[in-house]
């Protein structure tokens, strides 16, 4: 098998990392899931990780409390998420940084750009904490900045349903899966494949999005070798 891509950001959801425990952090499923990155980093891929931290703290859930302050929790969480990532790479033996854009220096590396570029073509593997270091941004529209900044081939969306569909396919039986969408698409018909902030920093930097589903981690190795699963937007 040979990769398609070559510099690839993963966004993971915190939700992924809780396993069926939901709430969290399950290890077992978070070792299957970096088994996966580091078949694609063997295979001469370069990969960035995104991840949100839903499986502690949902902003947007927070009843009366300061957007911002909830925000801020939110970006906390999804350190949490990074660090433990990190912690199962390097378990695995591949070599992995975490950047946050909040700085918080005795736990990991600031967000440099440029630096984070060199980590990603000396084979490791860099994970992107702590959002956008903005309230009001979802980790989502961080994915797209950061895909943007590092130059990706394209945003690896890994969620709980295998592509997008023109409606919920958890209420609605006969919803209809779609294989290709162009960017416009989405917005016009708002899928919510990404929330519009990010799904309009993807269209005005052509930025692919391949949506495709976690429940079989080995599908994380299928998008890198361009099989044909989930949905793609471009």
Not at 13 to 18: D, F, I, K, P, Q
Not at 40 to 47: P, S
Not at 205 to 233: C, Q, W, Y
């Amino acid at each position: 098998m040979k990769p398609v891509y070559k510099r690839v950001l993963l966004k993971l959801s915190g939700e992924v990392l809780a396993g069926e425990k939901g709430t969290g952090i399950d290890f077992e499923k978070v070792i299957e899931v970096c088994r996966r990155v580091k078949t694609c980093v063997d295979m001469g891929v370069q990969v960035a990780i995104v991840v949100g931290g839903g499986n502690f703290w949902r902003g947007r859930s927070s009843g009366d409390m300061d957007r911002t302050r909830a925000d801020h929790m939110g970006m906390l969480a999804t350190t949490i998420n990074s660090l433990a990532l990190c912690d199962a790479l390097e378990q695995l033996g591949v070599t992995s940084r975490v950047q946050t854009a909040i700085e918080m220096r005795q736990i990991a590396e600031p967000y440099i750009r440029n630096k984070a570029i060199r980590h990603l073509e000396k084979g490791r593997v860099v994970i992107f904490g702590c959002g956008t270091g903005n309230p009001f941004f979802s980790t989502d529209t961080a994915a797209a900045l950061r895909a943007a900044e590092i130059g990706a081939d394209v945003i690896f969306k890994a969620t709980n349903v295998d592509g997008v569909y023109d409606s919920d396919p958890k209420t609605n039986p006969g919803a209809v899966k779609f294989d290709k969408l162009t960017h416009h698409e989405v917005l016009a018909r708002e899928l919510h494949v990404m929330d519009s902030t990010a799904a309009s920093l993807c269209m005005d930097n052509k930025i692919k999005i391949l949506v495709f589903n976690l429940n079989d981690p080995d599908n994380i190795v299928a998008a890198v070798t361009g099989a044909n699963i989930g949905t793609l937007v471009e």
